[in-house]
């Protein structure tokens, strides 16, 4: 597949809360629907899309274990929170013509196909989309942490990770008004600064294997796009 774009294959990590748009909970479609345009300017331009969603707008195992509920099975309630993420994701993305695998790390025969590297691989090649849904397929992790292990796994030229901000800042944009942002970050630093991009084990798992992480803001109409043809926005983390 020719691509005129910087990168051949992203991973794109994109939170449960994300989904969630202007809801308290669950999956508002308009979200969904404006995130598949976004993904359709990635493939336009030949770029070979993997994606990685969370389950915060459904359930975090630690928020329930919190609440008294033993943790690895809020851990599996948070990972089926993602499988549904993903369903619903493929739905949007296929409903704008892309053909969209969804894998799970978790079995789930008749629903969606087991996670597997080499048939993943080859769905990108052929040009489909690829959601990796259940996270890990373990507890005790995140998302955020899939989604480095899937780029890692899949050669992905870049770990995309969508935010509401406009990048890594020195501190909340949100509640500090002299908060700068970062253009460019290495792993130590994000680190040393303990700055909440992802959570540690995703960092590490990025510093170990060279795999360069940007963070941006999802809602900025085509930066999707932007970024593949060498635009500049958010923040790019290396080592
Ligand atoms: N989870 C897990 N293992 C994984 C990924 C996710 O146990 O490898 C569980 C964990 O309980 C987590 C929930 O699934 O809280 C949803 O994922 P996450 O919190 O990463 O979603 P996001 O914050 O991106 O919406």
Redesign the pocket.
Same mark, same amino acid.
């Given at each position: 597949e020719q691509t005129s774009a910087k990168y051949k294959r992203i991973l794109l990590?994109l939170?449960?809360?994300a989904l969630m748009g202007e809801l308290d909970f669950g999956i508002d479609p308009k979200v969904l629907d404006r995130m598949a345009l976004e993904i359709a300017q990635l493939r336009g331009l030949g770029v070979q899309v993997g994606l990685v969603? *969370?389950? $915060? @707008?459904l #359930?975090?195992?630690?928020?329930?274990s919190e609440a008294g509920l033993d943790r690895v099975a809020?851990?599996?309630?948070?990972?089926l929170?993602?499988v549904m993420n993903a369903l619903a994701m493929r739905d949007a993305l296929e409903r704008s013509n892309m053909p969209t695998r969804v894998m799970s790390?978790i079995p789930m025969s008749g629903v969606v196909d087991h996670y597997d590297r080499r048939s993943a691989i080859r769905a990108l090649n052929q040009g489909d989309v690829v959601i990796f849904s259940? *996270?890990? $397929? @373990?507890? #005790?992790?995140?998302?955020?942490?899939?989604a480095c292990l899937r780029g890692i796994e899949i050669n992905a030229d870049l770990v995309l990770k969508a935010t509401n901000v406009d990048g890594v800042y020195t501190a909340d944009p949100k509640k500090d008004p002299t908060a700068e942002k970062y253009d460019l970050l290495t792993y130590s630093e994000v680190l040393e600064k303990q700055l909440g991009v992802m959570d540690l084990t995703a960092i590490v798992l990025a510093q170990d294997h060279d795999m360069p992480l940007r963070v941006y803001n999802m809602n900025d109409t085509g930066v999707l796009g932007r970024l593949m043809t060498g635009g500049e926005h958010g923040t790019l983390i290396v080592s």
């Open positions: 990590k939170s449960g809360e969603i *969370g389950g $915060g @707008n #359930f975090r195992g630690k928020a329930l809020g851990d599996h309630m948070g990972m929170a993602t790390a259940a *996270g890990t $397929g @373990n507890p #005790f992790f995140t998302t955020d942490s899939a």
